[in-house]
Every structure is written in C-alpha cells, then in structure tokens.
C-alpha cells in the first residue's frame, strides 16, 4: 500500500535485493527503501546492472570535506611549540650576573684581620740575596749589633718524597751571609736573650744555562688566587680589580668557564692541554700516584732556559698533595713545598684543618710578623728579582687565603695592589706575561642559584708585556675581542705555548685525539663558540638561561632527586662503612631554557610531528637536592638520552663542606660523597 500518493518524477535504479535497473519513485525513497542505488547511464529498466552504492559515495564526500576543512585550519592557525634543541653545540649564550646581586651580597662579610706578631723583623734578604740585620729593629730593641749572634739550618727537601723535609747542621750565620739555600731556619740571641726563631725564605741562583729574554721570548709569571670567581674578584677586591685595569691596562675575559670541579681537574688542563680523570689522565687515586710522566709546561720552558718556579702555601690542600703523593723529583728549579712542611713541623700545636678553631686557624695563617700569603709573595719577588735579567716561569697559587672562605681574600686587597704596582714600577712588564688566575669559583661557601654559576666562572685577567704591545698590537685586539668570547683552561694552555714558541704570527689550536680543544687566545676567537666546541664537560657549561621552578607537588623533580639519590647509592655501592642515603628535601630546581628552544611554529601540512616534543619530555633541569644522613648538599643535572629515557649526569656535585663525615674511606671520589657510619 503506498502510504502517500503524490507523484514526483520516476528514475532508473539499480535494485539492491536484484540486481536488475528498475523504474522508481521518490516518495519511496522516502517511505520504503533502506538506500540510494543507481544504474550506469544509458541503463533501462529490467536491465542486469552494477549496483553503486551512492551511501558509500556520501561517507566519502563527507571524509573529503572534512580533511579539506583541517587542512584550512592548520594553515590559518599558530601555535607554540618546544623543540629540541642541543645548545650544547650551539653558540655560547651565557646569562649575565651581577655582582653585586641582592642576594650573593648577604653572603659577603668583613673578615676580621689576621692578627700576626708585631714583633718588628730582626733580620731580611736584601736585594743581593743577603742576610742583613733590620737596623730599624735592632733600634727598637735597644741591642748593640755586635753583642748579636744568630745560626740558621737549612731546610731541605726528603728524598725522593714531597712530603718530608731535612736540616742540616746548625751554623753561624749572623749577618750580612749568603745563604745557599733557598730555605732556613734562623735563631738570634744576645747573651742569654732570645731574640728570633723563625725561618726565611731566598733565592739561590744555581743555573747557569739561562738566557735573557731577547729575540722576541718573553717570561711568564701566573699569579693564582684559589677559589675566587670573576664577581668574587668584584665584590671582594675591587681596587685591586680597578688598579690592574686601569693602571695595568689589563685584558679580563668576562667568559672564562671552568672544565672540572676541583682545583685539580682545572689547573691540570692548563698546564698540560689534557683533561684529568679521563682517558686523556686517568683516574688517580691516593696510591703510587706520581706526575713526573705528565706533559706539564713548565717542563718544556726549561728545556728553552727558562729558569722555573711552583708555589702553594696550603699543605693540606695542595693540588698535586691533597690525597695525593705528589711530585717525587722537585718539579721546578724553585718549589716551595719544603718550605710550608717545616713551617707546619715548627708549629706547637698541629691541629687537623677540620678541627681548627678560628683562633688557632687564623694563628696558623701567620708567620712570625707576616701572613702566610705574604712570605709567598715575597719569594715570588724574589724570584723575579734575582732572575730579572733571564727568561722565567713561574707559578704562584695562593690557596689557603681564599680555599676555606672567600671572605678573607678582602685582606689581602692592599697587598695585592702594592705586588701590582711592585710589578709594574720595577720594570717587570717590559718583557713579562702577567697573568692573574683561578681555578673555579668559590666551592661549599653558598648555595644560592647564582654562587652555583659563579663557581663555573673563574676569573682570569692577563698583563701583557709592553714589548709585546708594541710589537703585536693585532693580537693585543684579538685579545680584547676575545674578552668577549667563551674561553677555557685549555685555551689559557694554548696561549702559554705559544708564547713559549714564539708563534705569533700564526697563534695555535691545539688538538687532542684529532679534535681541536684549545684555541689560543692570541687568534681571533669567533663569537659562535659553543661547549662542545670549547670541551667543556656538559655540567659545567655555563652558555644557557634558566628559570626557576616551583618545587611543591612538582612530580618531574620529586623523581629526579630520586635519580640523583639512586646515583650517589649506586657510587657508594662498594665502598665500606658509607651510609645509604636518602632525599631529605629538594632545595632548589631550575629548568634550564637554552638558546632559542621555545619557537614560534606554524602548524602545517607538512610538518614533522615527529620532531616536537614536550617540555617534560626534553627540559634539562639543575637541582639541589639535600640528603640524611649527614644532611649534604647536592648539585645536579638531570637530561634526556637519545632514546628519551631520563638520566643524572655524572659529577654530582656536593657544595656544602664534608669536613671529615667521610673519614672512612680515601678515595677522592667517594669522600664528598660519603656519609661513614659506625
């Protein structure tokens, strides 16, 4: 029965139970068929047809109309995406601090003054090397000269070891006397009456083989201050900083990025160009640790008659002693080491570092009238005095003024100012290399975000000799423009080469397993230098932005001080008698933003998907992390493998002191780590 009647048009259709072409009518389209069929043009009714689906033909209509829709909107639209970028071998872009910052400012503080003997010198070395009475003093004591006898004995170093010193017999030796020796101790009396008991330093001219500086050589003198950073440098001494700037004309690289976390994974690759602890070095351990085979540069200045010079004044902390054995043959023709053992031995009280007092340690940094850091000083001068005529090298490091606490470095600021103006007015900069250094920044003193960054920042300010301004002014302006530019130990290294080998002209790159490390900073540096370029250890690179995280419920960062944790157990995994430890608290977390890592993309046909991914898929962080037990503080960064698995680099480092919560193991690397239980 047909439910409505009204005509409308017949068509042609192909039955769908039939499959024959058959006449139809609209309103049962309407009314009684389940679909649209149609036959192949020219087809009459009661014809064998092919049946097409003209449903299947609207499913697909409908699926054109939509892909042409999201493609209008892909086009039209813009969205934010973060890409993975390696910044790590991109151009160097590194965040600029303030010295003076609000809060690095909180940690500066006015050391009190070390409080030395005031007891006026009876005795000193004159310019000719010789031991002369202090008239002045001699006055004040009210002493004829005459009635004075002094006798000294003369330090020398242990065989074969760098850790044990001889005296010889007592002797007279009362002034004016020629000491031959560069070490001694000296006692003065009259009739019954002790006068002095101390011990002197000099230099003992024993070559003969050296030349002078002429025909374009020029000597080398590395002044090191431990520990202190290029806004330490700002913040603590700031005449001293202005004085070599202004009346030195000094050349200070703002860009100056430590390789390693200790004094000596960062004075090693600049004085041999090798990086300590990896294959180029490997590891060394406490036992039969010896350097004689190291490549060090002072080796090859005294092959070319330079006459050489090494000095630390803090036995404890000495870069080849500290958990070391040092040097078995004196490294360089004048090494002080002899000297800081007697001073020690001579001591009433010899107290452990960790267990000093201020008192006893501020005593400790005295001899006699004098601080420590200036006896080094002075047989620096002396040094340069007595071979003022001949090519030298020498390095002096002062180590225990501001290894513990970079606040004391302040009290030395009028003295090193008077060393730079001695320098300077003694005609020294005609022909000598001034180069004033440090390590890496302070360590364990703060753990604010940007002291962690300061430590990556050494400070390095170089003098060039007026000869070579003169001659050179081209490389005088590399330099300045170098300034400017990402440099390291390793170019330092590559620059002290050249100027050991004249080469001027056509300055170095040196190159370690085929690859170019250090570039002297006598080339002109490109400014599109970058970490991987520079062989900074990836922890250590500097050339990033960071922003600072919300820590509370953050499960990304409660997971990586997991990681960290898991890392530092996995270390300690054989040593004996170290505490398993545990994550008391997150301190601090930063995720690092680097180079143009957040772009601007629009969304696109042909987009590569496959190249965007997330913020927590890809973000390297920095944390801080502190454990229990021993309550340690620990600095770390967390990246993303290749295969997108999350992993701690290695090198943790801890930046609050240990003291001796690791007494129970030697090893160098475990003992920042480990906390020794019972």
């Not at 560069?182 to 008991?197: H, V």
Request: glycine letters at 4%.
């Amino acid at each position: 029965m047909i439910m409505n009647s009204r005509h409308v048009e017949s068509t042609i259709s192909c039955s769908e139970t039939s499959g024959y072409c058959q006449t139809q009518y609209s309103y049962l389209i309407a009314t009684n068929l389940p679909g649209f069929y149609q036959c192949n043009s020219g087809q009459k009714s009661g014809q064998k047809c092919s049946c097409v689906s003209r449903r299947r033909n609207i499913v697909w209509l409908i699926f054109l109309i939509g892909v042409i829709y999201y493609v209008i909107y892909l086009i039209g639209s813009t969205k934010q995406y973060l890409y993975k970028v390696d910044t790590y071998s991109l151009p160097c872009e590194m965040p600029i601090l303030d010295p003076y910052d609000a809060d690095q400012m909180k940690n500066v503080k006015l050391s009190e003054p070390f409080i030395c003997d005031n007891t006026p010198f009876l005795v000193y070395i004159d310019k000719e090397n010789l031991l002369q009475f202090n008239t002045s003093a001699v006055n004040i004591l009210q002493i004829a000269r005459d009635s004075i006898m002094c006798t000294c004995e003369i330090i020398k170093r242990g065989v074969d070891t760098d850790d044990e010193v001889t005296y010889s017999d007592t002797f007279d030796c009362t002034p004016p006397y020629n000491i031959p020796s560069d070490f001694f101790k000296i006692t003065c009396s009259s009739a019954e009456n002790e006068l002095l008991n101390t011990m002197l330093t000099k230099i003992h001219r024993r070559r003969n083989d050296l030349k002078s500086n002429s025909d374009g050589f020029f000597s080398v003198i590395l002044f090191g201050l431990d520990s202190v950073s290029r806004n330490n440098a700002i913040r603590q001494i700031p005449r001293a900083v202005k004085y070599l700037h202004e009346n030195l004309s000094s050349i200070d690289l703002l860009m100056y990025n430590r390789i390693g976390g200790h004094t000596f994974d960062n004075i090693v690759p600049m004085l041999t160009g090798l990086l300590a602890n990896t294959d180029d070095i490997p590891y060394l351990n406490d036992v039969g640790t010896r350097f004689e085979k190291l490549p060090f540069i002072w080796k090859n200045f005294s092959e070319n008659n330079y006459v050489t010079f090494y000095a630390e004044d803090h036995l404890q902390f000495h870069t080849f002693n500290f958990k070391k054995e040092g040097f078995k043959r004196q490294p360089t023709d004048h090494y002080v080491r002899p000297f800081w053992i007697a001073d020690f031995e001579s001591r009433p009280t010899k107290l452990l570092f960790w267990k000093e007092d201020m008192s006893s340690y501020n005593k400790r940094k005295c001899l006699a009238n004098i601080p420590k850091y200036l006896v080094q000083i002075n047989y620096l001068k002396q040094f340069i005095d007595t071979y003022k005529d001949v090519r030298k090298f020498g390095i002096s490091h002062l180590n225990e003024l501001s290894h513990q606490d970079v606040n004391d470095l302040h009290l030395a600021e009028d003295d090193l100012i008077e060393f730079f103006r001695w320098f300077k007015e003694g005609d020294h900069l005609d022909d000598t290399f001034l180069i004033v250094y440090s390590d890496h920044g302070p360590r364990g003193q703060s753990q604010t975000h940007q002291s962690l960054l300061e430590t990556n920042l050494p400070f390095l300010s170089i003098v060039p000799p007026n000869k070579f301004r003169s001659s050179f002014p081209e490389i005088i302006e590399n330099m300045k423009r170098n300034a400017h530019v990402l440099t390291t130990h390793f170019d330092l290294f590559a620059t002290l080469k050249d100027i050991l080998l004249r080469q001027f002209k056509e300055p170095s790159i040196t190159f370690v397993h085929n690859k170019p490390r250090g570039i002297s900073l006598f080339r002109d540096i490109q400014k599109q230098r970058s970490c991987s370029e520079s062989s900074i250890p990836d922890q250590f690179c500097m050339c990033y932005r960071s922003q600072k995280l919300n820590i509370t419920n953050n499960s990304v960062i409660k997971q990586i001080a997991q990681d960290v944790a898991d890392k530092l157990n996995q270390a300690l995994a054989g040593a004996k008698g170290c505490a398993r430890l545990h994550v008391a608290a997150v301190l601090e977390a930063h995720v690092l933003v680097q180079g143009k890592q957040t772009v601007e993309k629009r969304q696109g046909l042909f987009n590569k998907i496959s190249n965007v991914v997330s913020g927590r898929d890809y973000a390297d962080y920095r944390i801080v992390i502190q454990t229990h037990p021993g309550n340690a503080k620990f600095f770390a960064t967390s990246k993303i493998a290749a295969d997108g698995k999350r992993y701690v680099l290695d090198n943790i480092e801890r930046i609050n002191r240990y003291n001796n919560q690791s007494y129970c193991v030697s090893d160098d690397k475990l003992r920042p780590l480990c906390y020794c239980v019972e």
